[in-house]
């Protein structure tokens, strides 16, 4: 069974930082299609960043030089370094994984198969 546990959502000042955690077990990371989403209550999930099956990396326009999407083969985790946080990025973030190989980003959170739990990042001006 794959899941996804995620971990080191909190609440900080504008400006502070935050690195979010999904580890996995059931999948192996190495050549699967990863992202980070993000919610707000009415809205819809955003995507936030991408990482293909090639390594290759990419992030929404509003958090481009502030947040770094970095995965740890060796520990199956998916990482997401948050810097320079504002009071917009608040939100529920989740980690997805797709399930099979990709190449380019994937910004639509429908063919995901597989979802971390969510956790919530506060960020106060």
């Known amino acids: 069974q794959v899941q996804l546990v995620e971990s080191g959502g909190g609440s900080v000042q504008a400006g502070g930082s935050l690195r979010l955690s999904c580890a996995a077990s059931?999948?192996?990371?190495?050549?699967?299609?990863m992202a980070w989403f993000r919610q707000v209550p009415g809205k819809e999930r955003e995507g936030v960043s991408t990482?293909?099956?090639?390594?290759?990396?990419s992030y929404t326009n509003s958090v481009k030089g502030r947040f770094t999407i970095s995965l740890d083969i060796s520990k199956n985790t998916l990482y997401l370094e948050m810097d320079s946080l504002k009071p917009e990025d608040t939100a529920i973030y989740y980690c997805?994984?797709?399930?099979?190989?990709?190449?380019?980003?994937?910004?639509?959170?429908?063919?995901?198969?597989?979802w971390g739990q969510g956790t919530q990042v506060t960020v106060s001006s």
């Open positions: 990482l293909d099956s090639s390594g290759f990396t």
């Open positions: 997805a994984a797709l399930g099979s190989y990709c190449v380019g980003p994937l910004w639509v959170a429908d063919p995901y198969e597989y």
């Open positions: 059931g999948v192996t990371y190495r050549r699967d299609c």
